[in-house]
């Protein structure tokens, strides 16, 4: 699927406009199989924590991305520590992409103590603040006023930081989507926003959600470039994310990279999907983005069945360790909760005071 890149004629883009599926001299080989190893330990990661859920190891909900990973890894796989993600409740895999431990994140899935927040937000809203990750929210493309807000901050800071901020097609009928774009828009803030094009808010089809065939083109109502691409392709994600990234650290602005992707199950755990044709999910399964990316390697000689099953053995135990720290870990106790959302408030009013004062 070629990259589709809708610009406005202001707009003074960086952007490679080639085909998203062209070979790109620039990726070396050890960086394609960084990916696809990334997307594989990511699928096995939201399998292990899909089984976990119905074995009702730990409460609550789980939103799985699989069928999705080429757009979370090939967006982030490269971030600086610096750099910001706002994920939305389905980004959990952009957690370990970006180099959380698999302990904090299965600690914060099972609410326990250890976790980043004390337990605090378990499940499903991961997020991970030595490494600028914001804990999502289950509102609707809440995370975009935040991430926007980062970006702002580091403007201000005149410091080369971007922030990723995720959302689904169903969050661009919401103001909170508008309102995040038009601000960093007139800002030309240093910020990429991936729209995961995955067909289904929640059980509302993408048709009833917007009457324009690419999401991308909805950029060009905020003046900063539109972008359309593959979402199960990792390499053109990867390519098309590094060039929006290097351009919002440049000074460049804003971009909207719509990745037309698939879910492979329900909305969460506790959906049916019953709305969907078993058809268009076997078509889509068939485009799996791993399965695809081991095409790929296998004709530039670079996979082999036997490195795959050694990347899972060796991930497996990974796995294994971290879900036993989890269920050893001790329940946070009520008081222990409240000291930490005190203490949250306070760092929180500081780190405001910091970002937005004029010596700072």
Same mark, same amino acid.
């Given at each position: 699927?070629?990259?589709?890149?809708?610009?406005?004629?202001?707009?003074?883009?960086?952007?490679?406009?080639?085909?998203?599926?062209?070979?790109?001299?620039? /990726?070396?080989?050890? #960086?394609?199989?960084?990916?696809?190893?990334?997307?594989?330990?990511?699928?096995?990661?939201?399998?292990?924590?899909?089984?976990?859920? +119905?074995?009702?190891?730990?409460?609550?909900?789980?939103?799985?991305?699989?069928?999705? *990973?080429?757009?979370?890894?090939?967006?982030?796989?490269?971030?600086?520590?610096?750099?910001?993600?706002?994920?939305?409740?389905?980004?959990?895999?952009?957690? &370990?992409?970006?180099?959380?431990?698999?302990?904090?994140?299965?600690?914060?899935?099972?609410?326990?103590?250890?976790?980043?927040?004390?337990?605090?937000? =378990?499940?499903?809203?991961?997020?991970?603040?030595?490494?600028?990750? /914001?804990?999502?929210?289950?509102?609707?493309?809440?995370?975009?006023? /935040?991430?926007?807000?980062?970006?702002? =901050?580091?403007?201000?800071? +005149?410091?080369?930081?971007?922030?990723?901020?995720?959302?689904?097609?169903?969050?661009?009928?919401?103001?909170?989507?508008?309102?995040?774009?038009?601000? !960093?828009?007139?800002?030309?803030?240093?910020?990429?926003?991936?729209?995961?094009?995955?067909?289904?808010?929640?059980?509302?089809?993408?048709?009833?959600?917007? +009457?324009?065939?690419?999401?991308?083109?909805?950029?060009?109502?905020?003046? &900063?470039?539109?972008?359309?691409?593959?979402?199960?392709?990792?390499?053109?994600?990867?390519?098309?994310?590094?060039?929006?990234?290097?351009? =919002?650290?440049?000074?460049?602005?804003?971009?909207?990279?719509?990745? +037309?992707?698939?879910?492979?199950y329900g909305h969460s755990e506790i959906d049916p999907a019953k709305y969907r044709t !078993?058809?268009?999910?076997?078509?889509? #399964?068939?485009?799996?983005?791993?399965? !695809?990316?081991?095409?790929?390697?296998?004709?530039?000689?670079?996979?082999?069945p036997d490195w795959k099953q050694q990347i899972t053995d060796e991930f497996a135990k990974?796995?294994?360790? =971290?879900?036993?720290? !989890? *269920? #050893?870990?001790?329940?946070?106790?009520?008081?222990?909760?409240?000291?930490?959302?005190?203490?949250?408030?306070?760092?929180?009013?500081?780190?405001?005071? #910091?970002?937005?004062?004029?010596?700072?």
């Amino acid at each position: 699927m070629a990259t589709k890149v809708k610009e406005p004629v202001a707009a003074a883009a960086s952007i490679n406009h080639g085909s998203a599926n062209s070979d790109n001299a620039l /990726i070396g080989n050890d #960086k394609l199989k960084q990916l696809y190893s990334t997307m594989l330990k990511c699928r096995l990661l939201e399998e292990r924590a899909r089984i976990l859920k +119905k074995q009702a190891r730990f409460k609550g909900n789980y939103y799985a991305a699989v069928g999705q *990973e080429a757009t979370a890894v090939g967006s982030t796989v490269d971030l600086r520590p610096e750099d910001a993600i706002a994920p939305s409740h389905r980004d959990f895999i952009a957690n &370990f992409i970006k180099g959380v431990p698999l302990t904090a994140m299965f600690s914060q899935l099972y609410g326990r103590s250890t976790s980043p927040d004390k337990g605090r937000s =378990a499940p499903a809203h991961c997020g991970y603040a030595p490494l600028n990750i /914001i804990t999502p929210s289950s509102t609707i493309a809440a995370q975009l006023n /935040i991430g926007t807000g980062i970006a702002l =901050a580091n403007q201000m800071k +005149k410091n080369d930081n971007v922030v990723v901020a995720f959302s689904g097609e169903g969050s661009t009928s919401l103001g909170f989507w508008h309102e995040a774009l038009n601000f !960093a828009g007139v800002r030309n803030l240093p910020i990429v926003y991936i729209c995961q094009n995955n067909l289904w808010a929640e059980s509302v089809s993408v048709k009833l959600q917007t +009457k324009v065939e690419d999401i991308s083109l909805k950029a060009i109502g905020y003046g &900063f470039p539109g972008i359309t691409v593959d979402g199960n392709d990792v390499v053109a994600v990867y390519r098309v994310a590094q060039e929006a990234i290097e351009r =919002a650290r440049s000074g460049g602005g804003p971009t909207l990279i719509e990745a +037309k992707t698939y879910r492979w199950y329900g909305h969460s755990e506790i959906d049916p999907a019953k709305y969907r044709t !078993a058809e268009e999910v076997e078509e889509w #399964k068939a485009k799996d983005p791993i399965a !695809a990316m081991e095409r790929y390697l296998s004709a530039k000689k670079l996979f082999t069945p036997d490195w795959k099953q050694q990347i899972t053995d060796e991930f497996a135990k990974e796995l294994d360790a =971290a879900v036993e720290v !989890a *269920e #050893k870990a001790p329940q946070p106790e009520p008081i222990e909760c409240l000291d930490y959302l005190y203490s949250f408030d306070i760092r929180e009013r500081e780190l405001n005071r #910091k970002i937005y004062s004029p010596q700072f």
